[in-house]
């Protein structure tokens, strides 16, 4: 089983549209999240980065967490064509990094 | 803060040459640097963990006699690509750690395309 499972897509929607976009993990080892943005040919953009279970928002950015579920989901609401990019999940024991494969979104104006 | 950057961007040589790809932390120490590569549409693949003034660690499959990490200073890495080859090419991204919020994450680079004729 793999550390992290991340579904890689792709994902198509509509201008305007609340995008989710989820993670799960095995390892209760796991403290920190992280959700980075890559555009095509460009190194990761770090988004969100949260420690502790519940939610975090950041403008139309809100990532979640849930330990309990080993679960996390990042939202984007009103999604931009802007936003199409791969998003990428990363977790951390503090000491090791875990990365998910990355789901590629699309948003169509 | 937190920024990386990546030398040169693109580069393109001839089977057989040393490509050598930089990567430094302008605005903060960085004592763990990582080195990935990644093929089109596929995600990362970590290649080796660079600490500052030791040996690197490198992923099992990476050569380490191919691949030479010199992690020189705080604030810079280098990736040597000894004798490249066609199949080398590929996008080479490392990312630098810095401490954030009482903890550790990655920032990446943008990236180096290598291209091998």
């Known amino acids: 089983q793999k550390e992290v499972e991340q579904d890689p897509g792709p994902l198509s929607v509509p201008e305007g549209a609340i995008v989710s976009l989820n993670c799960t993990y095995s390892?209760?080892?796991?403290?920190?999240f992280m959700w980075y943005r890559q555009y095509s040919r460009k190194g990761p953009e770090l988004l969100m980065y949260?420690?502790?279970?519940g939610n975090k928002e950041d403008g139309r950015f809100t990532a979640q967490v849930d330990k309990s579920s080993k679960y996390i989901s990042l939202f984007i609401r009103d999604s931009q064509p802007s936003d199409s990019a791969t998003y990428l999940c990363?977790?951390?024991?503090?000491?090791?990094?875990?990365f998910g494969t990355g789901t590629s979104l699309t948003v169509i104006p | 803060g937190a920024v990386v950057s990546q030398h040169p961007s693109w580069v393109i040589c001839k089977s057989g040459t040393s490509v050598k790809i930089e990567c430094r932390s302008l605005?903060?120490?960085?004592?763990?640097m990582f080195w990935y590569r990644q093929f089109p549409k596929q995600s990362l693949m970590l290649m080796a963990t660079?600490?500052?003034?030791?040996?690197?660690?490198?992923e099992q499959g990476v050569e380490k006699d191919k691949f030479l990490i010199n992690h020189a200073s705080l604030t810079l890495s280098t990736l040597t690509v000894t004798s490249a080859h066609p199949e080398d090419s590929s996008f080479y991204i490392c990312?630098?750690?810095?401490?954030?919020?009482?903890?550790?994450?990655?920032?990446f680079g943008p990236g180096t395309r290598l291209t091998v004729l």
């Open positions: 990312s630098a750690v810095w401490g954030r919020e009482g903890t550790d994450t990655q920032y």
């Open positions: 390892n209760s080892a796991f403290q920190y």
């Open positions: 949260t420690y502790s279970s």
């Open positions: 990363a977790m951390s024991t503090g000491n090791q990094f875990y």
């Open positions: 605005d903060f120490q960085a004592t763990t």
């Open positions: 660079s600490n500052e003034g030791s040996k690197a660690t490198y």
